[in-house]
């Protein structure tokens, strides 16, 4: 098991003004599977009262808070010094990436600029994010994936309120876009019989659409979103090494297990 000396070091960039306090825990945690938050810091003018919900939050999560005045209105100073502490952090060579919490278009450069330095992007903000800037990064989680995480460990039973109905196969299968990702991640791993390893296609996927995420689909497996499609067979067997997944395109006329 990874000690966190051995785990990836990150550096995490929080935009007070684009992301909201109510999803700090649920943020954190999601953080900590990817690395160790060696840095956390959250932007803003905390003179202005509407960031007092980050300032509890801040305060139980241990993330320091940076204080970024509004010269000018309509400008917002925070995104630069956000940019300018980012620069400075990649070039002590000690993080492995960085997690940058805004749903702002502006840090599309700075994602790709970190991302040609070697190091890994970890992007989350909202649905109204920018293309780009979810493009620019490694990985994007949207807020309402982890917001939905947050009510569930609140009020246990209501979990299934509020995250929704799982989406059915017909309307998997209808949904373009999902269909289209897992068949290229499928055709990119596979064997001469068809048959890919399922972490391969997950790998495969990301580097297309970042934002690529089973909860988007209401699913916390890849495996089990896959198999939810009906259009690709799925095997799971036990391996000497460990368990192991495979999955292949389900040949036409071909029913589900």
């Known amino acids: 098991m990874p000690t966190p000396s051995d785990s990836p070091k990150l550096a995490v960039l929080i935009d007070a003004d684009n992301a909201q306090p109510s999803v700090a825990s649920a943020l954190v945690d999601e953080i900590a599977k990817y690395g160790v938050a060696s840095v956390k810091r959250v932007y803003g003018d905390w003179t202005t009262p509407n960031l007092k919900g980050w300032k509890d939050a801040a305060n139980v999560h241990a993330i320091q808070p940076i204080q970024q005045f509004g010269y000018t209105k309509g400008k917002n100073a925070t995104d630069s010094a956000m940019i300018i502490d980012a620069m400075d952090l990649l070039y002590t060579d000690r993080f492995d990436g960085f997690c940058l919490v805004s749903s702002d278009s502006d840090f599309t450069r700075l994602a790709s600029r970190l991302r040609e330095s070697g190091v890994t992007v970890y992007g989350f903000g909202e649905r109204k994010t920018p293309q780009a800037f979810v493009s ?99 095997e799971r067997q036990t391996l000497p090494d460990g368990r192991s997944t495979t999955v292949r395109l389900r040949e036409k006329g071909k029913r589900s297990r």
């Open 136 to 234: 620019a990064c490694d990985r994007f989680v949207y807020m309402d994936v982890l917001r939905s995480a947050s009510a569930a460990d609140v009020e246990p039973e209501s979990q299934e309120h509020a995250a929704g109905a799982k989406p059915t196969s017909k309307e998997l299968k209808a949904d373009a876009r999902l269909v289209t990702l897992v068949r290229s991640g499928v055709e990119a791993a596979s064997d001469d019989e068809g048959w890919a390893d399922l972490g391969s296609v997950g790998s495969h996927i990301a580097k297309q659409a970042p934002d690529f995420d089973p909860r988007n689909w209401r699913y916390s497996k890849l495996v089990d979103l896959v198999t939810a499609i009906g259009l690709f067979e799925v």
